[in-house]
T-cell receptor
């Protein structure tokens, strides 16, 4: 079993819809949670970062962490075709300098 | 800043050949990471350095893989001899000291071993 599990998709939604992505993890010691976005044939780029449980909002993006359930979510409101990408969740035991454990990624397609 | 630079962007080689991938991190970043991405296994950390010193190489698949960081602005990942199962996209990433959690990824090197 992988430490971080993520549905590979693809997840296809119409433009303007809410995109809901999630991951589950097995190691209760994980403290930092991130979402990376990866466009085709590009490197991943950090989208959202949260520490411990709770919500964090940044524009159209909301990240949620529920440590009691070991569940991580990302919501994209008013989705745009430019949001079409693969979204990878990642966790770590401590801040930068320690290794990230990635989920397999969910491919998202936003259709105009 | 130009971001993390990797070369070559594409590499096609034959089984048994030596392959060297190169990375230039963002200036001032103390941490450098090498990842491998495949459809089957996703994005996996191979090794990471702090101040040019290897900290954790537990993700290096076997002795055929080696990584060096001779100075703060250059790192190499070498595969010798290469095998078809090494075909993947190899990413290099760098980050600042623990004040931030952002790892900045390079564009990757797409390796095909025939």
């Amino acid at each position: 079993q992988k430490e971080v599990e993520q549905d590979p998709g693809p997840l296809s939604v119409p433009e303007g819809a809410i995109v809901s992505l999630n991951c589950t993890y097995s190691n209760s010691a994980f403290q930092y949670f991130m979402w990376y976005r990866q466009y085709s044939r590009k490197g991943p780029e950090l989208l959202m970062y949260t520490y411990s449980s709770g919500n964090k909002e940044d524009g159209r993006f909301t990240a949620q962490v529920d440590k009691s359930s070991k569940y991580i979510s990302l919501f994209i409101r008013d989705s745009q075709p430019s949001d079409s990408a693969t979204y990878l969740c990642a966790t770590s035991l401590q801040a930068a300098g320690n290794k990230l454990t990635f989920g397999g990624g969910t491919r998202v397609l936003v259709k105009p | 800043d130009a971001g993390v630079i990797q070369s070559p962007r594409h590499e096609v080689t034959e089984m048994g050949q030596e392959v060297t991938l190169r990375c230039k991190p963002i200036s001032g970043h103390d941490y450098l990471f090498w990842y491998r991405q495949t459809m089957m296994r996703g994005l996996e950390l191979l090794i990471y350095f702090n101040n040019n010193v290897p900290i954790d190489d537990s993700g290096m698949p076997e002795d055929r893989f080696s990584a060096k960081m001779p100075n703060a602005s250059f790192s190499t990942l070498k595969i010798q001899p290469s095998e078809p199962r090494d075909s993947a996209v190899y990413f290099c990433a760098s980050s600042l000291p623990p004040a931030t959690d952002t790892q900045y990824f390079g564009p990757g090197t797409r390796l095909t071993v025939l």
